[in-house]
């Protein structure tokens, strides 16, 4: 099994997804500001994956404070934990994740800075199984939303790179696919990022599962041409009406599938909601540099002269969504989500 | 003025497009064949400047041609006919082109070789220059569609380079930025081959046209949020029912235009008109090697063990073209071609 956040006792070890698909290797963060640059870079992404890193990141921060009582310890995790909340806007299980961590801390405030390092720890390991375990019930739910022979198109990469493991939308590619029901694959390679060609693609040659790589721009013609029974995607925040903000493309697929009458899931932990937002309007979106439009690896490919745009995400309104699967079951619309 | 196809006496030089924007380089071409890779290989390519090309290619098949009659002219005349026409199948420009410099050689049948080399040599050069007019027509037609302070989005590169100079869609959206209705050219980069990113957005770096390169799956967001006012792409084989073959993508776009109620524009001369097709269901769709899709210049981006799909054009029903823009004039739906 694909691995991609992992605790070393005294040290997070991250398999950096800069590099794959080219080569697999491990970095390794021995404190938590290290864990926000992982998160900055790129090195681990995928919204729960995400929270589970910046979990990690908060324990270490406890590991590195000199703090004899707790409310230095506490102002030591506060640094932290505002550090690596101001890494990535979009994706809200990273400050779900923070947010239960600090909590945590907060509830704990009888026990030694000692006895909160190992509960603060023993939480994010906790984070880290209950992502696991919540991906396997996504995948129980959504695979039977699968027809059989099923030609699934999926965008970025949701496995178990973009999680603790399994995955959300490819989770359920995964418990379809070991059910026999999946026939192929179609993985948009997902620019600028590539995380579809990158990452989805090398998940998928490794275990096996039937695929094919596209440019984002062919998606459209397979559905046209009815190669495309269902198109299932992750989600970085979903708002308590269902809007769902996810990686840029994802709202062009929506509207697409909706054209050609085909099936369009989000595929999403629990923690991804935010109900606190009304709806997708309210979800802040993130603008990378221009240089992962400009670039690809090394290899310029427009004019440095040109200004380039680059939002990381759109948002997919609600009516859009046929049903959006979480660990707790599938929700179809009209969708009131409340914690 | 950009000018991609240039007769240089005895040889073809062409503006090597496969170096854009790293390098303005020419490749020379002193015999047909070389013209053919030049097509094959995209060291030429829009379907107007394919078929000017091609036009030189018979030129210089004429000059290679050591016959002393006729029927010999016409036999050697043929094997390039043949294997220019063997080089790309869907932009139908390259097979008018090769049927108009057929048609006057079998016209001329009674000029000598020389007389007959000297005559396909200036009918290539009027193909050429009747081009860059008929760009300059489309120009002047399609800006009369747009409005002031257009923000327009375009796909592929439909400009100078794509042509013998001026540009089809890109030709109308020049006109529109000379009369001074221009804001902003959305540039989508147009994977697989990056024909946006590297050769549109360099025209318009060259040139000062506002622009800002964008990762083709941002364009369903722009038009969600109100920021693009009219779509135009060129087209690669327009059939008599008005169906239009077009870059990958060009479909996608067509369908969010509609959606967000955005006009969408096809620019192309009359030689892009196939009425012996009755609608774009019949079109040939080249399928080009899967590692335009699998690499980035020398950069792998997807695993060598994963398999790719890449379809080089797309088909848009003709329902979702608001108009089409000729030398000619500007036609309205429905469409009913015919020479």
Known sequence: ????????????????????????????????RQVADAIRTLAVRGAPAIGVAAAFGVALAARES?????????????????????????????????????????????????????????????????????NRAMGEHGARLVPDRARILTH???????TAGYGTALGVVRAAH????????????????????????????KEGIPHRVISDVAAAALMARGQVDLVITGADRIAANGDTANKIGTYGLAVLANHHGIPFYVAAPFSTIDPALASGALI??????????????SQLIAPEASPVY???????????????ITERGVYRPPFAFSR
Chains 1, 2 share one sequence.
């Open 156 to 162: 970025c990469n949701t496995g178990a790179l973009a």
């Open 66 to 134: 000199r703090a004899t009582v707790f409310d230095d310890f506490l102002a030591d995790l506060e640094v932290a934990l505002k550090g690596l909340a101001a890494t990535r806007p979009t994706a809200v299980n990273l400050f779900w994740a923070l947010e239960r961590m600090r909590r945590v801390c907060l509830e704990h405030h009888a026990l030694s800075p000692d006895q909160l390092n190992a509960r603060l720890l023993a939480e994010a390991l906790a984070i880290q199984d209950e992502d696991v375990a919540a």
């Open 178 to 205: 070991s059910r026999g029901r999946l026939d192929l694959l179609w993985v948009n390679e997902t620019r600028p990022v590539l995380q579809g060609a990158r990452l989805t693609a090398w998940e998928c040659a």
């Open 1 to 32: 099994m694909i691995a991609p956040i992992r605790w070393a006792g005294d040290r997070l070890v991250l398999l950096d997804q800069r590099r794959l698909p080219l080569e697999e290797k491990e970095q390794e963060c021995a404190d938590w």
């Open 284 to 297: 802040p979106i993130e603008e990378r540099d221009a240089s992962e439009v400009r670039r690809v690896g």
């Open 310 to 324: 680059n939002p990381a995400f759109d948002v997919t309104p609600a009516a859009l969504i046929t049903a959006i």
